[in-house]
């Protein structure tokens, strides 16, 4: 069974508040509800928001390289235009891209918009953000939301996905830029927890087939829950219910950098940020590798 969300077109309050193309209520492959607050998230957002705005306004160099073949200049504006598409998404107004074509969706709207100045990126996405906010404050409880085509996923996982830019996007320009990027664990431990709705969808099936195991994860100071990979498949469980193969318990800015494949699990692990145990402890570092990178 899958754990219920309320239509958008149900709960958008006020005559501004426009609703989503889809009817629908979240029916995803998750039966552990993670329980993360849309608020919780849009305040996480607003503050992780802030701090990436003026981290911007303090680059030099927007030529630089960042992350992949982007510079700084072209990862923020990457980023700045990331909360109008998410706002865009849940409100039904856009074409959404396909989970298999954002990287495509991505280098297309670069080339569409030359704008690399970090000062007026940085304006742009916090006008974005704001934006994006406060269209959330509409919202009564927790709404399904397509967010890539053909992905339904609760309003407050639409909301992780673009926290979750907000700070590895911050990484990877501060980094680039010689700048501190602090990441929150209470921001990082809402990100993943907000993840699981998607996580079945961006499995990858190629690379987790015959993959069949099943894991214990914990973020310190957030979600539990059962990982359980059969073939190709993701179900998310309630943590407790069945005998599992590993028991992971991590850092939440370790794995939230870690999933997006920023850092390598040695030195984590070596610190006591990454622990598993149980009777195939060695399966913890083939988790990562099981996902698209989007």
Same mark, same amino acid.
């Given at each position: ?13 006020? %005559? ?8 629908? #209520?979240?029916?995803?492959?998750? %039966?552990?509800?993670?329980? $993360? ?50 706002? #865009? ?36 996405? #916090? ?45 990877? $320009? ?25 996580? +079945?969808?961006?499995?990858? +099936? ?17 979600? #539990? ?39 390598? +699990? ?7 940020? $990454? ?5 195939? +402890? ?10 698209? %990178?989007?």
């Amino acid at each position: 069974m899958s754990y219920r969300y309320e239509s958008l077109r149900s709960v958008a309050r006020g %005559t501004n508040a426009l609703p989503s193309v889809r009817d629908t #209520e979240y029916e995803g492959d998750v %039966t552990c509800n993670p329980h $993360i607050a849309v608020d919780s998230l849009s305040r996480a957002l607003t503050e992780a928001g802030n701090a990436f705005a003026s981290m911007l306004r303090r680059v030099k160099d927007p030529d630089r390289p960042a992350i992949g073949v982007w510079t700084v200049g072209e990862t923020a504006a990457h980023a700045a235009h990331s909360p109008k598409y998410f706002l #865009e998404a849940a409100q039904g107004t856009t074409e959404l891209a396909a989970l298999d074509d954002v990287a495509d969706h991505n280098a297309e709207f670069l080339s569409n918009d030359p704008e690399r100045d970090p000062r007026v990126l940085a304006n742009r996405f #916090e006008n974005n953000e704001l934006a994006l906010t406060t269209y959330t404050g509409t919202l009564d409880g927790d709404p399904a939301v397509e967010v890539f085509d053909g992905v339904v996923v609760p309003m407050s996982t639409l909301l992780a996905v673009e926290l979750g830019e907000v700070l590895v996007h911050g990484y990877d $320009i501060a980094g680039a830029s010689g700048l501190n990027w602090p990441i929150a664990a209470e921001h990082a431990a809402l990100t993943v927890g907000g993840l699981l709705p998607i996580l +079945p969808h961006v499995i990858d +099936p190629a690379k987790a087939a015959g993959f069949d195991a099943r894991f214990a994860f914990r973020i310190r100071g957030g979600i #539990e829950a059962t990982f359980v990979f059969d073939n190709g498949v993701l179900q998310i469980e309630e943590a407790g219910t069945e005998p599992v193969d590993c028991h992971l318990s991590v850092d939440p800015a370790t794995y939230l950098l870690l999933s997006f494949d920023r850092i390598n +699990p040695t030195i984590p692990t070596l610190q006591g940020k $990454i622990v598993a145990w149980g009777r195939r +402890p060695w399966l913890a570092f083939k988790v990562a590798s099981q996902f698209k %990178t989007i």
